[in-house]
C-alpha cells in the first residue's frame, strides 16, 4: 500500500469529528476541510445518513442560490453545524488572527483578511481551527489581532464558537468554561515534550491522551478513489499535489 | 436585434472616474479583467474598491499600479497561489488605506442601500479588532425587547453606496438583461451603485424574460446603464459555468508579482501583448 500521507491522516482526523453533523459548509483556502467534509458525507451515506456539505468555492458542492450572503444568513439562522475556520495566529484563549502580525497600525506581514470569521464563530455550534503549522509562531500566548475573539461576554449573542483545533501534530479541545485548549491526541511520531515546546500557550493534557488514529483501508480507498476526484472540481492544485489527479 | 446601443470597452472605461467608490465583484462571481486591463492602461488614480466580499488577482493588479488609495474588503488573496503580493505590500508600506471588514458585514452594508435605510444590525463581530478600528461601525443595546439576549449589544453598520459597479456575465438578451444565474452577490451589487456596466461573453437574441427558468437567473435591465460585448471577459478568472480560472497564468503572475519590478515586467507584458 502507498504510505499514508499527512494531508490523509489530517483529514480522516476532521472526518472523525463531524459524523453528528446535518450541514457542513467549508470557506475559502480549505482543501483538507473540505475532503474530510466530503469523506464524511460519502461515509454517512453508507449508513443511510444524509449529511449536507457546502463548499464554497464550488459550483457542484454548493447548496445556495441566494448569492454569497446566503453561508452567513444561514448560519446565523443555525442551519450550518460545523465550519472550519484557520489563522495567521491562534492563541491559548482561541482568539484567531487572520489579517497579520504586527502591531496592526504598522503592520509587519499583512495576510489575505477575517474573510466571515467575524460572524461564523459566533454563529456555528462546532468550529474546528485548523492550521497546519505547529509553531510558535502560529500558536502564540496573545494574538496581535483579533479578527474573531474566542469567547465572548454572557450578554452578547453566542451560540456557537471553537471546539476543536487541529495542527500537523496535534488535536486539541476548546475548554469554554476554562477558556483553554486541552491536548487529546498527539501524531505518532511526536512525544508530549515536543508539543510543549512548540505550543507558544499553556494548555491541558487530557487524562487518556492517544496518537492520532490512523484511517483503515476502507476510509483510505474512498479518499484515494472518490474523494479526490470530487476535491479537484474545487481544489484541482491540491488534488494534483497529494493524489495526482 | 438589440433594442438598446451597445458600448465599447473603452466607452465603460471612461465612465470610471479618479476617486471613485468601485464595486469589486469576488473571483467566484465574474470578474471583469479585460475591462481592468484597459482600466490600468487608462492610469485611473485614487480608486477606492469596495469587494463584495474579497478579491484576487483583480485587485492585487489595481493596487500594484497605482490606481487604488483605499480598499474595504474582507479578504485580499490569489486563493491556491497564496497571498497578493501587491497588496500586502501597499498595505506594510501604509501605501493604501485599508478597511478590514467581514463578509457578511460587507453584504450588509450594501443591502441598507437596496432597502434606502440608513444602517443594517448585523450579530457577531463584536469583541473584535475588526470593530475596534472601524470608527464608521456603531454598537447600541438592541431596542427591540422582544427578541435577543437581555441588554444585549448588536453592531450597526453604514449604508454604503457605490459611485460604479462593472462586472463580467456569461449573456444579457436582446432587452439588455442580465444573467447571472446564482450570483446573485451582483445583484446586491448593483442595486446599491449610481452606475453599472457590463462586459459579456455574447449577446443573445432572446428575452430572458419570456421564459420562468431564465427569468429566475437574470439582473433586469433596469439596473444597467451599459454593456459591452467582450469575449474572454474574465480571463485569467473563472467565469462560472462558462469557463475555468487559467491557473497556470494565475501562478505565473503570484510568481512575478512577489516583487514591484516582477510585477511591472509581469503588466508590460499582460497590458500590450
Avoid at chain 1, 51 to 58: C, F, Q
Avoid at chain 2, 46 to 62: A, E, F, S, V
Avoid at chain 2, 176 to 188: D, P, S, W
Avoid at chain 2, 220 to 239: E, F, H, M, Q, R
Wanted: glycine share 6%; net charge negative; aromatic share 8%.
Amino acid at each position: 500500500m502507498i504510505e499514508l500521507k499527512r494531508e490523509e491522516l489530517l483529514i480522516s482526523q476532521l472526518a472523525d469529528l463531524l459524523v453528528n453533523d446535518k450541514h457542513i459548509a467549508v470557506g475559502a483556502a480549505s482543501p483538507i476541510p473540505g475532503a474530510a467534509a466530503l469523506l464524511a458525507k460519502e461515509e454517512a451515506k453508507l449508513q443511510n445518513n444524509r449529511l449536507r456539505v457546502t463548499i464554497l468555492h464550488s459550483n457542484k458542492y454548493n447548496n445556495f442560490t441566494d448569492g454569497a450572503r446566503e453561508l452567513f444568513d444561514c448560519a446565523a439562522q443555525g442551519r450550518i453545524d460545523t465550519f472550519f475556520l484557520g489563522g495567521v495566529q491562534i492563541d491559548g484563549e482561541a482568539n484567531i488572527n487572520l489579517v497579520g502580525t504586527g502591531s496592526y497600525k504598522k503592520i509587519q506581514k499583512r495576510f489575505p483578511g477575517s474573510f466571515g470569521s467575524a460572524l461564523m464563530y459566533f454563529v456555528v455550534p462546532q468550529i474546528i481551527l485548523f492550521r497546519e503549522e505547529h509553531s510558535p509562531r502560529t500558536l502564540v500566548d496573545k494574538v496581535d489581532f483579533i479578527s474573531a475573539p474566542g469567547f465572548s461576554d454572557e450578554n452578547i449573542y453566542r451560540p456557537g464558537g471553537p471546539k476543536f483545533l487541529l495542527t500537523n501534530r496535534a488535536l486539541f479541545r476548546f475548554n469554554k468554561q476554562k477558556k483553554r485548549f486541552c491536548l487529546l491526541k498527539i501524531h505518532n511520531n511526536e512525544s508530549l515534550e515536543n508539543i510543549i515546546k512548540l505550543t507558544g500557550f499553556k494548555f491541558d493534557v487530557d487524562d487518556k491522551i492517544t496518537n492520532m488514529s490512523i484511517p483503515d483501508k476502507t476510509r483510505i480507498d474512498m479518499l484515494r478513489n472518490k474523494i479526490s476526484y470530487m476535491v479537484a472540481e474545487f481544489y484541482p492544485e491540491f488534488a494534483d499535489r497529494i493524489w495526482g489527479v | 436585434m438589440n433594442k438598446f446601443d451597445e458600448l465599447s470597452l473603452s466607452e465603460i472605461v471612461d465612465e470610471v472616474k479618479d476617486g471613485d467608490l468601485i464595486g469589486i465583484p469576488a473571483d467566484y462571481s465574474g470578474v471583469p479583467m479585460k475591462f481592468t486591463k484597459e482600466l490600468i492602461k487608462k492610469g485611473v488614480k485614487d480608486l477606492k474598491l469596495y469587494c463584495l466580499p474579497l478579491t484576487t488577482i483583480q485587485g492585487d493588479m489595481l493596487i500594484g499600479s497605482g490606481c487604488v488609495s483605499e480598499i474595504e474588503a474582507a479578504a485580499v488573496t490569489l486563493g491556491e497561489f497564496g497571498l497578493a503580493p501587491r497588496f500586502s505590500e501597499a498595505v506594510e508600506s501604509g501605501e493604501i488605506v485599508i478597511k478590514d471588514s467581514t463578509c457578511p458585514a460587507l453584504h450588509a452594508q450594501l443591502q441598507a442601500t437596496e432597502k434606502s435605510v440608513p444602517f443594517m444590525p448585523l450579530r457577531g463581530v463584536i469583541g473584535s479588532d475588526i470593530q475596534k478600528y472601524r470608527k464608521d461601525w456603531q454598537v447600541i443595546e438592541n431596542p427591540m425587547k422582544s427578541s435577543g439576549n437581555k441588554n444585549e449589544p448588536i453592531l450597526l453598520l453604514p449604508a454604503v453606496k457605490l459611485d460604479v459597479l462593472i462586472f463580467h456575465a456569461p449573456c444579457a438578451d436582446k432587452n439588455g438583461n442580465i444573467q447571472i444565474g446564482r450570483r446573485r452577490e451582483l445583484a446586491t451589487l448593483a442595486h446599491a451603485s449610481k452606475n453599472v456596466f457590463v462586459t459579456t461573453e455574447e449577446i443573445l437574441d432572446i428575452d430572458l424574460f419570456d421564459d420562468e427558468l431564465s427569468a429566475a437567473t437574470c439582473l433586469p435591465a433596469l439596473y444597467i446603464d451599459g454593456i459591452s460585448v467582450v469575449k474572454n471577459g474574465a480571463w485569467p478568472c473563472a467565469l462560472p459555468g462558462v469557463y475555468g480560472a487559467d491557473n497556470n497564468e494565475i501562478k505565473k503572475y503570484s510568481i512575478a508579482a512577489k516583487t514591484q519590478e516582477g510585477f511591472e515586467d509581469y503588466m508590460k507584458n499582460y497590458l500590450f501583448n
